[in-house]
C-alpha cells in the first residue's frame, strides 16, 4: 500500500499488536510511524507526511480526543480510526463529532479494522481526485482567460473600433488596462529558428517557450505598465503594449526590458529572440502593430539577437550604415582580439559617422554591440546582475559623456571587462606588461607616458592599462608614483643626500611637489622619515 500510517497507542504491546494485523491483512503501509503519546505524535505529524492515523483514547498527558482536535488544525484532511476499550457513548460523540472516519471498540476484529482502513484509502482517493479535478478545472479558467485577453489584444491591433472601446471602458478582456494620459509602445518578440536548432527545444515545445518568456518578461523590474501576449496569427510571435505617462521613458524601458530578457532566455534555455517595435504615440493604434512588424523585419537585413525601433529604420537603411564592421566586431569579441576592436569601435564611432547620423545612431549602435556580448561573451559578465547592469542601463550613459572619445573608451573598457573576466589575457599582452614593468623600474626617474610604453610595446593605450592593472593591481601612475617613493625612502635611509637631490633622483624635478607627494603617501616629511628610520 503506497500510503503512510501513524499507530499512537502509550502501550508498546498494542502498536506491536496493531503492526502484526496489518502484516496479515496485507495492509501494510509503505511507511509505518509509531508514537507513545499525543505529543510525540503531534511532532511526527510536524516533520512527515501521514495518510491515516490509528490512536487509542486514553493516553497519559493528551489523550486521544485532544491529540485529534489538535491534528486536525494542522491537517484537516487526515483520516483517523479510534481503537478503544471503552464504549461509552460521549467518546463515539465527540469522535463523531470530529470527523474520525471509525470508532472501533477492543478487541477489533480483523474484519473491522481492514474495513475501517479500506474505508479510509477511499476516502483519500476520492478526496485527491476531488481536489486534482478542481485545480484542472482551475487551470482550463486560466487557460480560457488567457487566450480571451490574448484575443482581445489581437483584435485591438486589428481594429480601430475595439481600440475606441478600451478608451472609452479603460478594460481589456476583464483586465484594467487604463489609456488616458498614456503613451505607448507595441512590440513584437519573435522566437528565431535558432531556439529549436539549439536541439534544447523542438517545435512542439513553442508553447512552453512562449510560457517561459512570458513569465520571465513579468519577473523583470520596470516603470510604466506593460502586457504580453501570444500573437495569434503567428506562432512563432508575441505582442507587447508598452505605457508610460512620460513618453521619454518609454524607449529606455522597453530597450532594458528587452536586453535583460534577451540575455536571460538566451543564456538560460538558448532561445534567440528578434525585437521590432513601433514608434512613440499619443494612443494606440493599428498602425502601431504594422510599425512594430516592419521595424522587425529589419533583421533580414542586419540579423537576428536584435532590437529594432520603427524610428531607426531610416538610419539603418542607409548605405553607410557599419553592418560588415559591425559584424567584424562581432568575430574579433569572440577572438579576444583586444587590438581589432579597439580600432573598430574607433571606425564605427568615427566623427564623419556621428556627424552623418546625430545620436540616434550612437543608441543604435551600442545596443548592436550589447547583443553581441550577450551572444559572445564570459557568462560569468552576462549572468552576475551586477555586471548586467553596466549592460542594460547605460544605454542612458552618452547622455553624460563630454565627447564621444569618452564613450568609446567607455564602451572598449566594458567590452575588455566582458571577455576578460576571468583574466583571460593573451600570453604575449601578458608578456609584453612584464617587460613593460621592467622598462618602467629601469627609467622610473624620467618621465614615462601611458603613449609612450603603448607603442613601445605595439598595444593600445587603453588595452594596455587594462592589462596593466589587471597585472599588477594598480595603474601604470600608481606605479611608477610608488616606485619612486619605495627608491626615495632607500635614499633618505641610506644616503646623507639633501632632499632636493633625492627628489631629482627619483624624478621629480620640484622638490616641494616631491615633498607634497611623500607626507601624503607616508605621513611623515622626508626628514621625519630619515630621522624615525636611521634610529
Not at 516533520?47 to 497519559?60: C, E, L, N, S, W
Not at 569572440?334 to 559617422?353: C, P, V, Y
Amino acid at each position: 500500500m503506497n500510503r503512510s500510517i501513524l499507530i499512537a497507542d502509550d502501550e508498546e504491546l498494542i502498536r506491536q499488536g496493531i503492526k502484526a494485523r496489518l502484516e496479515f491483512l496485507e495492509l501494510m503501509p509503505a511507511v509505518l510511524y509509531e508514537a507513545e503519546s499525543g505529543e510525540q505524535a503531534i511532532e511526527i505529524l510536524e516533520q512527515h507526511k501521514v495518510d491515516i492515523i490509528i490512536t487509542d483514547i486514553r493516553m497519559a498527558g493528551m489523550d486521544g480526543l485532544m491529540f485529534i482536535r489538535t491534528a486536525k488544525t494542522m491537517l484537516p484532511k487526515l483520516q483517523f480510526i479510534i481503537l478503544s476499550g471503552y464504549a461509552e457513548f460521549e467518546y463515539a460523540e465527540q469522535a463523531i463529532h470530529l470527523g474520525v472516519n471509525a470508532y472501533l471498540l477492543k478487541p477489533v476484529s480483523n474484519e473491522n479494522l481492514k474495513k475501517a482502513i479500506e474505508d479510509s484509502l477511499q476516502k483519500i482517493e476520492e478526496e485527491e481526485a476531488l481536489r486534482l479535478s478542481i485545480r484542472e478545472g482551475s487551470r482550463s479558467l486560466a487557460e480560457k482567460k488567457d487566450y480571451m485577453l490574448d484575443k482581445a489584444v489581437n483584435e485591438l491591433l486589428r481594429n480601430q473600433l475595439e481600440i475606441d472601446n478600451l478608451r472609452k471602458t479603460g478594460k481589456l478582456a476583464g483586465i484594467e488596462f487604463p489609456l488616458e494620459n498614456q503613451w505607448s509602445i507595441v512590440s513584437v518578440i519573435h522566437i528565431n529558428s535558432e531556439s529549436y536548432e539549439q536541439k534544447c527545444f523542438d517545435y512542439k515545445d513553442i508553447d512552453l517557450i512562449k510560457f517561459s518568456i512570458k513569465n520571465v518578461f513579468y519577473e523583470i523590474e520596470g516603470e510604466g505598465r506593460r502586457l504580453i501576449v501570444n500573437n495569434l496569427s503567428n506562432m512563432n510571435q508575441l505582442y507587447v503594449i508598452f505605457t508610460n505617462t512620460n513618453p521619454a521613458r518609454l524607449r529606455i524601458e522597453a530597450e532594458k526590458v528587452f536586453t535583460k530578457l534577451q540575455n536571460l532566455l538566451w543564456k538560460k534555455m538558448r532561445v534567440s529572440l528578434t525585437f521590432g517595435s513601433s514608434s512613440i504615440a499619443a494612443q494606440i493604434t493599428v498602425e502601431s502593430s504594422k510599425e512594430a512588424q516592419e521595424a522587425f523585419l529589419q533583421r533580414m537585413i542586419h540579423g537576428k539577437l536584435n532590437l529594432y525601433f520603427y524610428d531607426d529604420i531610416k538610419i539603418l537603411s542607409a548605405e553607410q550604415f557599419p553592418v560588415s564592421e559591425l559584424h567584424m566586431l562581432h568575430q574579433y569579441i569572440e577572438r579576444h582580439d583586444a587590438g581589432n576592436i579597439e580600432f573598430l569601435l574607433n571606425d564605427i564611432f568615427s566623427e564623419d559617422k556621428i556627424k552623418r547620423y546625430n545620436v540616434a545612431y550612437i543608441r543604435i549602435v551600442w545596443a548592436r554591440i550589447i547583443q553581441i556580448l550577450i551572444t559572445v561573451s564570459n557568462p560569468l559578465f552576462t549572468n552576475d546582475p551586477k555586471n548586467m547592469e553596466k549592460l542594460v542601463l547605460n544605454f542612458e550613459i552618452f547622455e553624460t559623456f563630454q565627447s564621444v572619445k569618452e564613450l568609446v573608451n567607455y564602451l572598449y573598457l566594458l567590452i575588455l571587462d566582458s571577455i576578460s573576466v576571468k583574466g583571460d589575457i593573451d600570453i604575449n599582452a601578458r608578456n609584453k606588461i612584464k617587460l613593460g614593468i621592467k622598462y618602467i623600474q629601469d627609467n622610473y626617474n624620467r618621465d614615462i607616458s601611458i603613449t609612450e610604453l603603448a607603442e613601445k610595446f605595439a598595444i593600445s593605450p587603453n588595452y594596455f592599462s587594462t592589462i596593466f592593472k589587471k597585472e599588477t593591481g594598480q595603474t601604470t601612475v600608481n606605479y611608477i608614483k610608488n616606485l619612486r617613493l619605495e627608491k626615495a625612502c632607500e635614499y633618505l635611509v641610506r644616503s646623507d643626500k639633501s632632499i632636493a637631490e633625492i627628489s631629482k633622483e627619483v624624478g621629480y624635478e620640484d622638490s616641494q611637489y616631491f615633498f607634497r607627494v611623500f607626507k601624503k603617501s607616508t605621513s611623515l616629511t622626508p626628514l621625519e622619515y630619515r630621522r624615525l628610520h636611521r634610529k
